[in-house]
């Protein structure tokens, strides 16, 4: 049995439990948790952390189905509308504040009420355009546009930006009707400012960052659509996707590796290595409509942190090789 601190979320999955001294009202009972998760916002007493997967889902599905509340002693978990959002999206629903005190714990989180949503089907939502950006070297070029049809049925469009030294190249149209445009310039060891140039390229009020290695599928490429319109109602800005890492075909420990690639695209990112939005955590959540698959090779691997490190010293999170090098464990 693990340790309760490395145990993995019930919701997210994330090794991030910590003490907590927060608490919930529901009408006149107010309930005290042990632990949260620092990722996702759950709030746990001890036993509940080792719950099994299954009765975790099912419980999940009751608390979206408003039974039980999830506010009472006895009750595993519970959450406040900032992360009954995040629930929601596990079973791709979208939760809307049941009144106005809801309205305003969802913009001030974490709040001290127990979460009481309307939930609408996500799908339900109008989509929101949503363009594709895709940074990649001048030798995985090819390959990432032959790929970048996979992102027509829902993506406004797609914008490649090649790593190629010089002045940044006159862009140029893929195909007739201008759905892909390919750009050109310099990532000179600095992974946000590849970023921000990407950021800069967007033509639609959100942007989708994906690397050379990653991919998702057509189902989450429709739900990024609906997630931006939500986000938009909910003046968020930035959301987050979990990651995973799959090392020769194998899903690694480090999961679930949450990366905030789908940001308005007023969004600029910091950091030379591991670059991240430049927002406020109360303006952003995390979505568990899917993952992005990261497609990695051992070899890769036992490089990918070190020269990181290189690039940054202090930054390059050396201790993400092991995780990477480890098969996915749940407990």
Same mark, same amino acid.
Request: proline share 7%; with cysteine; aromatic share 6%.
């Given at each position: ?40 916002? &759950?709030?746990?007493? #001890? ?32 959450? +406040? ?11 791709? &629903? ?10 305003? #714990? ?18 339900? @939502? @109008? ?12 030798? *995985?070029?090819?390959?990432? @546009? ?27 149209? *893929? ?21 921000? %140039?990407?950021?800069? &390229? ?11 290695? #990653? +991919? ?5 490429? *429709?739900? $990024?659509?609906? !997630?931006?319109? &939500? ?9 987050? !996707? ?5 090392? +020769? ?25 591991? #670059? ?34 290189? !690039? ?5 999170? $050396?201790? *993400?090789?092991? %995780? ?8």
């Amino acid at each position: 049995m693990p340790d309760v601190l490395t145990a993995r979320c019930p919701l997210c999955r994330a090794r991030g439990i910590a003490p907590t001294s927060r608490t919930l009202q529901s009408g006149n009972v107010v309930r005290a948790f042990s632990y949260v998760c620092s990722h996702c916002g &759950l709030l746990l007493d #001890e036993p509940a952390i080792m719950l099994d997967p299954t009765q975790s889902d099912t419980l999940f599905r009751d608390l979206c189905a408003r039974k039980p509340t999830m506010s009472h002693p006895g009750d595993p978990f519970g959450c +406040d509308i900032y992360t009954m959002r995040t629930i929601a999206t596990r079973f791709a &629903l979208a939760a809307m504040p049941a009144n106005t005190m809801q309205a305003h #714990e969802l913009c001030y989180p974490h709040g001290t009420f127990s979460a009481e949503a309307h939930l609408k089907p996500l799908p339900t @939502l @109008l989509p929101t355009p949503v363009s594709v950006g895709i940074m990649c070297s001048e030798r *995985e070029a090819s390959a990432v @546009l032959a790929m970048a049809a996979l992102y027509r049925s829902w993506a406004d469009a797609v914008i490649v930006l090649i790593d190629r030294a010089g002045e940044p190249s006159v862009p140029r149209q *893929e195909g007739d009707d201008g759905f892909v445009s390919v750009f050109s310039h310099p990532l000179d060891g600095h992974f946000a400012n590849q970023r921000n %140039a990407l950021q800069a &390229l967007c033509g639609a009020p959100w942007m989708f960052q994906l690397d050379a290695d #990653e +991919d998702i599928s057509p189902e989450l490429g *429709e739900s $990024l659509t609906r !997630l931006a319109t &939500l986000a938009d109602r909910q003046g968020a800005a930035s959301i987050g !996707l979990p990651r995973q890492n799959l090392v +020769d075909g194998r899903l690694s420990d480090l999961y679930p590796d949450v990366q905030y690639r789908l940001n308005r695209r007023e969004v600029v990112y910091e950091g030379i290595v591991h #670059e991240r939005p430049v927002r406020s955590w109360q303006t952003s959540f995390i979505a568990l409509s899917g993952a992005i698959r990261h497609h990695l090779t051992a070899e890769h691997v036992a490089r990918r942190s070190k020269g990181y490190e290189q !690039l940054q010293p202090g930054g390059g999170r $050396l201790f *993400e090789e092991d %995780a990477l090098q480890r098969p996915f464990s749940a407990v």
